[in-house]
């Protein structure tokens, strides 16, 4: 490109309106009901993403794990590739979203059944190893929650955290041995940078542990409003700037389905109070090199409450 060409592409990019700019990167958690539906059926697959790209979503948290007595990324990898291939058609990310309650993966922090972990992941990564580039996972998504465990609130919350960076730790290991690339990481409670665990020799904020141990960290930061005290902002704010200090990504979660308390969800303040929320949010972390983002939990009530709130 020429000088002139360069100047005349820079003026017309200032020139367009805010609304113009490319915005940020939307994902959304997709769970097993919806993702398997999606897998199996063409034109549910079809009719999912024509909405998703209506939408503005660009990444799927795709369930990659058994469900109902079946585990389809083993026993049919074929539909998972067609899909995938579909969406990255489609110019859309697919992580593999490891994690379920109807397997109660929550217990995957133990290390009782570190095993288990351990083979979930490994599924993802040897599917990966033998496909085409254009139909692997381009990351994973990694939804267990050491805090759901009845043990939690018995006086062994630094153990279970300490449990679950061993975990990490574990299925890390594992992406280095198979020499993957595609992107790992959990979702955290923003909560996280209130607690101090000693690992690896260190006492540290549990959240500095988790972004130096992973590619990345979908936050939870289910909040209602943008700014200002108990906000996703406010909430984020460490994690954003530890991820800066050390090259690492932050995608921010928000939540629209039905919760207690309400400050937790868009559910009740509507579609258009979180669009101006994310607005807020893109645009006071512009210049994060670690802000990375959404994530919207999740598929079926988002598409639910957009329709319920349609005018």
């Known amino acids: 490109m020429n000088r002139l060409a360069g100047l005349g592409l820079l003026l017309l990019l200032c020139a367009l ?8 990167s939307r994902a959304v958690w997709t769970w097993e009901a919806d993702s398997y539906a999606m897998v199996r059926d ?28 079946r585990d389809l990324l083993v026993e049919q990898p074929a539909l998972y590739r067609a899909f995938i291939e579909r969406l990255h058609r489609q110019h859309m990310k697919v992580y593999a979203l490891l994690g379920s309650a109807y397997l109660h993966t929550e217990n995957y922090v133990l290390p009782a059944y570190r095993r288990q972990a351990e083979a979930m992941f490994r599924r993802v990564v040897q599917y990966n190893a033998g496909m085409p580039a254009a139909a692997r996972f381009d990351g994973a998504n990694l939804d267990i929650e050491p805090h759901i465990l009845d043990e939690w609130n018995d006086g062994s919350r630094e153990r279970l955290l300490t449990d ?15 020499h993957a690339t595609l992107a790992v990481g959990p979702a955290i409670p923003f909560w996280l940078d209130g607690i101090d665990v000693v690992w690896n020799g260190a006492r540290r904020p549990v959240s500095e542990h988790v972004i130096d141990l992973f590619d990345y960290v979908a936050l939870m930061d289910y909040r209602h409003k943008a700014e200002g005290r108990d906000s996703i902002l406010s909430h984020a704010a460490s994690e954003i700037a530890y991820a800066d200090r050390v090259g690492k990504k932050v995608v921010i979660g928000l939540q629209v389905s039905p919760d207690d308390p309400e400050k937790v969800t868009f559910d009740q303040a509507g579609p258009k109070v979180f669009e101006q929320a994310l607005g807020t949010v893109e645009q006071a972390l512009r210049n994060d090199p670690s802000f990375a983002g959404f994530a919207i939990h999740h598929y079926r009530t988002y598409r639910a409450w957009i329709e319920r709130n349609r005018d």
């Open 42 to 69: 063409p034109a549910v697959a079809q009719e999912a993403v024509s909405y998703l790209q209506s939408q503005h979503i660009d990444t799927v948290y795709l369930y990659a794990d058994a469900y109902q007595g």
């Open 17 to 24: 309106p805010a609304g113009a700019m490319a915005r940020a």
């Open 164 to 178: 679950f960076l061993d975990m990490g730790d574990a299925l890390m290991k594992i992406k280095r041995e198979y």
